[in-house]
């Protein structure tokens, strides 16, 4: 739980955590989409300079992010393997009937490689320099028009806010519950698959009726202070759109243009 | 005679309809504008019930319910939920926001209010309840006493007529109580807030301009908090009146009335 | 068995999901008797809780030793020793009765026993002594805890660290949420058991008249540190340190310090509850 990076906020005063979480959620989202522009050593360079860059403006130490990664690292190499194996073209260095390893197998491995790592780095600066609330408040304002389709969309997103708001709650919950039956001499993750198994339910028992007592809470207190969930709301939290949050998105059409260029002045390998 | 701001009729309301045992039995009450009512009982004797009809979170099965000369109904409870707000006593499962403030504007924004408006309340509110440079703060990491008061807030910012209060300082330490209850007091006095309070204190109950003892769902006894001291010794007392009883017990000559501290001391010092 | 529980300058650190708090303890020195009823009292966040967890090895220290009678507690404790400890410090968390999970009031109260390696049998004959002890009635063994009202699932619940027949108790505020006669009772119960039992009583609240009437010593938490540890007396004595500590006074001493700022009299001890107070007035002349 502690070595989970992605999806984590961890509070700073950079450049990156001052945008607007909307010019952040369309970046990164833009970003992985024009990964597979790339297609040479050119293009791929450029995009790492541009990531290296990002991660560096967050003000966060590269070792955060490549611990982000390390979860996902044999995820990541299964990809790498597959490919590997089922990409044939140029020169072929191992030929062990079904199983062979070309240059372009090769090659395009180390691409994916770089395509993953790349895709958690980015995603990571979003989410460790984004507030959840904000992300959620990001989220609600980009699927507006879904509105008009009678999409749920100011639903969904204090459903998720509000979930986010309850997680500390429920750590500590779990938290306790856990100390007071390993007060009452309980053990956790001992003996066979079925007694660890059992040892489970103490645990998740109370923690499921105080989260429906705690459920119905919140809907008295919710429903105390006005909220109907077909009811039109205003809200109190707005976004602002600075300058800063455009230079953003112009840097990500600067890298556009870039990447074509690149890709189609420099030696594309196949 | 002006008509009460809050008047029950014959309320009658059992959980179970299976069950002949009624959780409140024929129940009949009527508070004045800007009187701070107290209704004390112990544990199951119905009071939290009451303060759930009292704001159209349950429904008497037989009775009725006047609020501002309105008949609390179905139709009716969204509208008058505006003017009667409730304090629970559990203030972590009733925060929808992550910041002091944002939950203080979540039930303006129910009322879909703009912007400008709803600053003004929110500011207003923290001010009220003395809580200004804790706006951006996380509501679930505030001491008892502080997160009391925001739940207090987010009520007074829709300037409602009427506040009950369930049990909202049994979980307060008693120096924290003592002061809310102080802040309560100034609200009452300089806002005209109508304040029910529903609790086991006594001396939250000795504060107020009126109690009623309920038990077992009845009302046993109405009418000022010296009167009810004096005439029901079995009923846990304010200090000063546990001073009186013990030392009526051992035959001084102790005044049959009840004293607040200031006017034991006084007494004592004649 | 009467024990002594020893702590010295003990250092802990609280890790909850990704969140660390350093120094919860900070290097803390106290020393309780056997058969002692302590109360611990200061702000919330001065290590209170943390100091009741350190007892029972749900905590351990960076640094320092907590000694359980014969037995420490370590940074790199086994999981025997840790449980040996347990057996010996029954805890009750602040609102137990979120801790109840079973079918049957017995079967919860039985929980704590078996997982001490009591036989079935004698753990029922335990929980029904259990539960008389915390003042139920043995009829209520085979409801479920669900159904029970707050008050009786308090009780429950503590009767269900009861049966662990620990030498020492360690409670984190068993009064509150309660109505003044729920709390009373749970109080004087606890309270009976340590002189009856010799149960070594540690207690964690913020009603310093809980304080004034059921303890004799009182510890005094501040930064993670225990900043005093005398007699109830003299603690509350001490107006210059509890003014400084932001310490309540029990309501019986605050009038007294009002009385005696207005009329000049000085009454010729430190009052703690109601009746010593009443006695003092009578004794001075002033009734």
């Known amino acids: 739980m502690n070595k989970l990076i992605l999806g984590r906020y961890l509070p700073g005063d950079s450049w990156l955590h001052d945008l607007d979480p909307r010019a952040k959620l369309v970046a990164g989202v833009y970003f992985i989409l024009i990964l597979f522009i790339a297609n040479n050593w050119q293009t791929y360079a450029l995009l790492w300079l541009f990531t290296l860059l990002v991660m560096k403006l967050s003000n966060i130490p590269y070792r955060v992010y490549i611990r982000g990664v390390r979860p996902l690292i044999w995820l990541i190499l299964f990809t790498v393997f597959l490919q590997i194996l089922f990409t044939a073209g140029g020169t072929i260095y191992i030929d062990w009937g079904i199983i062979t390893i070309s240059e372009f197998g090769l090659i395009n491995g180390v691409y994916i490689f770089f395509r993953f790592v790349m895709i958690v780095f980015i995603s990571t600066v979003v989410t460790l320099t984004t507030k959840p609330i904000d992300l959620t408040d990001g989220i609600n304002a980009l699927l507006r028009p879904l509105k008009k389709f009678k999409v749920p969309v100011d639903e969904w997103s204090l459903m998720l806010s509000i979930s986010l708001r309850f997680i500390p709650n429920l750590l500590d919950e779990t938290q306790k519950v856990m100390d007071a039956q390993r007060a009452r001499g309980s053990e956790f993750g001992e003996g066979s698959l079925v007694k660890q198994m059992k040892t489970l339910v103490p645990i998740f028992l109370p923690l499921f009726v105080s989260s429906l007592n705690r459920a119905e809470e919140l809907a008295n207190g919710m429903e105390v202070r006005g909220y109907q969930a077909s009811g039109t709301r205003s809200t109190f939290r707005q976004l602002k759109w600075k300058f800063q949050d455009t230079i953003c998105l112009m840097a990500m059409i600067g890298l556009t243009i870039a990447l074509v260029i690149l890709r189609t002045s420099g030696v594309a390998f196949h | ?270 | 068995m009467v024990m002594e529980i020893k702590l010295d300058k003990v250092t802990a650190d609280y890790q909850l999901g990704p969140m660390r708090t350093p120094r919860v303890l900070d290097a803390v020195d106290i020393n309780l008797k056997p058969g002692t009823f302590t109360a611990v009292v200061g702000h919330t966040g001065a290590g209170k809780s943390s100091l009741l967890k350190v007892l029972n090895g749900l905590l351990l220290p960076n640094n320092g030793q907590v000694m359980v009678g014969d037995t420490v507690i370590k940074q790199d404790d086994n999981k025997k020793a840790l449980k040996a400890i347990r057996k010996r410090v029954g805890m009750v968390f602040q609102f137990p009765e979120a801790q109840l999970f079973a079918e049957t009031v017995e079967k919860d109260i039985c929980f704590g026993p078996l997982n001490f390696g009591v036989s079935l049998s004698k753990a029922k004959e335990i929980a029904r002594v259990a539960i008389k002890q915390v003042g139920l009635d043995e009829s209520l063994l085979s409801k479920s805890p669900f159904s029970l009202s707050g008050g009786q699932k308090r009780r429950v619940a503590i009767a269900g660290v009861l049966a662990m027949e620990p030498d020492i108790l360690v409670l984190d505020e068993p009064g509150a949420g309660l109505d003044p006669t729920g709390k009373k009772e749970i109080l004087s119960l606890i309270s009976s058991w340590n002189r009856t039992k010799q149960l070594t009583t540690v207690l964690v609240t913020h009603d310093m008249d809980d304080v004034a009437r059921f303890a004799d010593d009182v510890a005094v938490m501040e930064k993670g540190q225990v900043v005093s540890h005398d007699t109830v007396r003299n603690t509350f004595s001490n107006q210059d340190q509890l003014d400084k500590w932001h310490i309540d006074l029990p309501s019986a001493r605050r009038f007294q310090l009002k009385l005696e700022q207005t009329t000049g009299l000085i009454l010729a001890a430190t009052c703690l509850t109601e009746e010593e107070l009443a006695d003092a007035l009578i004794k001075v002349g002033l009734v």
């Open chain 2, 1 to 270: 005679m002006k008509e009460p701001i809050v008047q029950m009729d014959n309320i009658v309301f059992r959980y179970d309809r299976r069950i002949q045992q009624e959780t409140i039995s024929n129940v009949s009450l009527a508070v004045e504008e800007g009187e701070g009512l107290a209704i004390v009982g112990d544990n199951g004797s119905g009071k939290s019930t009451l303060a759930q009809m009292l704001v159209g979170l349950l429904t008497p099965q037989q009775g009725s319910i006047r609020i501002l000369g309105k008949v609390l109904n179905d139709n009716t409870k969204w509208e008058l939920r505006r003017q009667i707000g409730l304090v629970f006593q559990n203030p972590d499962n009733q925060f929808v926001g992550t910041t002091v403030q944002d939950d203080i504007a979540f039930g303006l924004e129910n009322l879909n209010m703009p912007l400008q408006e709803m600053r003004k309340r929110v500011e207003q509110a923290l001010e009220m309840v003395d809580m200004l440079e804790y706006r951006f703060h996380d509501p679930s990491r505030l001491s008892g006493g502080q997160k009391q008061r925001v739940a207090i807030a987010g009520i007074l910012a829709l300037n409602p007529s009427i506040l009950v209060l369930d049990e909202a300082l049994v979980m307060l330490d008693p120096k924290s109580r003592r002061l809310l209850l102080s802040t309560l007091h100034d609200l009452k006095r300089n806002n005209g807030l109508t304040i029910i309070s529903i609790t086991h204190d006594m001396d939250e109950a000795a504060a107020a301009d009126r109690m009623v003892v309920l038990k077992k769902g009845r009302v046993e006894m109405e009418g000022y908090p010296s009167d009810v001291f004096v005439k029901k010794q079995e009923l846990e007392a304010p200090f000063a009146e546990r001073i009186r009883r013990i030392l009526a017990q051992h035959g001084c000559g102790v005044p049959n009335k009840y004293m607040t501290e200031q006017e034991m001391v006084q007494w004592l010092w004649k």
